[in-house]
Structures are given as structure tokens and as C-alpha cells.
T-cell receptor
């Protein structure tokens, strides 16, 4: 079945360590997104990419980095510079501006806990 | 810039009663509007969307929403809720002429009381 796969589902790390969250899609979507979810704050956009080898900062990009070397993959690295990394991270994809229906398709999320 | 306000952070409702979850948006341009549902520890699933045309939009699981341009609202309704509707609901907005980057509200947690 087509969809978005995020891994790992749960991740524990010590303070000061970088961690990378994986996001893979087989929907042939052009655009991919990373959101961060905290209780009571909704979803906030970290980074997004509309095409391979290109990406833009979202509203809360500080302390995060991404790459988009393949259409199917959009990994997110949470660096040690991120002051409060414990959160639920959601990856999403969409058809891109060529098919602008506005609908995002989400993965199941990755819960990162920094000890 | 666009923004979305969901004034109710939590809404408790008795089973089989009707429910309305409120959403207001702010935008200087025309918008696309969405409602997503999130079950515990899962991603978001699209309930319904308004792109253009009829202002009453029907979605999955018996939900519907009405776009009101003059009041800049897009409230979600269901005439009779079930235990399985317990979840968090997010309203979102995007710019039809830009990319598909969505701006989300802070969410409303719907709790169904048996």
C-alpha cells in the first residue's frame, strides 16, 4: 500500500546527542514536510521541501537540519543545538504545487524523548 | 500571513449528542480550509476540506463543516457522536496560490462520555 513510513516510532537519547528521524514515502509526491507537535500548541512547521535537492525553513527551524537527496526520502536531524527536543515529530507529503489540492498525507509519527 | 484559532481546547460530549468544534481563520487572501483528526499516538488523517464551490462540505465518519466567509469561520459538526470519535481535531488553512504549506490551529480534544 502507498503511504508514508516514519522510523523509529519511539526514540530515547541523551542530552547533547544528535538524532536522525527517517521519513520515506512511496506516493510519488513532490513535496515533503516535517512538523513538530507539542501538547496544546498544535503542529508547527520545521522544514519543507517542494523538490529534490531543495528545502526551505519553516517557522521553527533552529536546531534542526534536513536533506532531500531522493524524492522518496526526507530525513530530519535534531541537533544538540535544539534547546527542547522532546516532542512528537510528524512527517507529511503532498502532490506539490502542480496538483495543489492542499491535502497533506501524514506518517504515524516519531516520539523523541531526551533524557 | 495566515492564522487559525480553535478557541475550545477540550470539548466533552455525551454519546449520541450533537457536537460543534469551532474554527476561525485570519487571512488577507482566499484560502483552502481543512479539518484533520488525530487518534492517540498516530498521525493526522483528513476529515474534510473546502477548496471552492458549495460552502457545506461533507467528510468521512459523518462529519460536515460549513465555510462562512463573512465570519471567517469553518466550524465542524456531527449530529450524533460515538465513542470512536474520541480524538484530537485540528483545523488548518493554506494559500491556494502558494505551496501546500498548512498552518494549523492548536487543536480541540473531543471526549465522548458514555
Amino acid at each position: 500500500d502507498g503511504g508514508i513510513t516514519q522510523s523509529p516510532k519511539y526514540l530515547f537519547r541523551k542530552e547533547g546527542q544528535n538524532v536522525t528521524l527517517s521519513c520515506e514515502q512511496n506516493l510519488n509526491h513532490d513535496a515533503m514536510y516535517w512538523y513538530r507537535q507539542d501538547p496544546g500548541q498544535g503542529l508547527r512547521l520545521i522544514y519543507y521541501s517542494q523538490i529534490v535537492n531543495d528545502f526551505q525553513k519553516g517557522d521553527i527551524a533552529e536546531g534542526y537540519s534536513v536533506s532531500r537527496e531522493k524524492k522518496e526520502s526526507f530525513p530530519l536531524t535534531v541537533t544538540s543545538a535544539q534547546k527542547n527536543p522532546t516532542a512528537f515529530y510528524l512527517c507529511a507529503s503532498s502532490g506539490g504545487t502542480a496538483t495543489n489540492t492542499g491535502e497533506l498525507f501524514f506518517g504515524e509519527g516519531s516520539r523523541l524523548t531526551v533524557l | 500571513a495566515q492564522s487559525v484559532t480553535q478557541l475550545d481546547s477540550q470539548v466533552p460530549v455525551f454519546e449520541e449528542a450533537p457536537v460543534e468544534l469551532r474554527c476561525n481563520y485570519s487571512s488577507s487572501v482566499s484560502v483552502y480550509l481543512f479539518w484533520y483528526v488525530q487518534y492517540p499516538n498516530q498521525g493526522l488523517q483528513l476529515l474534510l476540506k473546502y477548496l471552492s464551490g458549495s460552502t457545506l462540505v461533507k467528510g468521512i465518519n459523518g462529519f460536515e463543516a460549513e465555510f462562512n466567509k463573512s465570519q471567517t469561520s469553518f466550524h465542524l459538526r456531527k449530529p450524533s457522536v460515538h465513542i470512536s470519535d474520541t480524538a484530537e481535531y485540528f483545523c488548518a488553512v493554506s494559500d491556494p496560490f502558494g505551496n501546500e504549506k498548512l498552518t494549523f490551529g492548536t487543536g480541540t480534544r473531543l471526549t465522548i462520555i458514555p
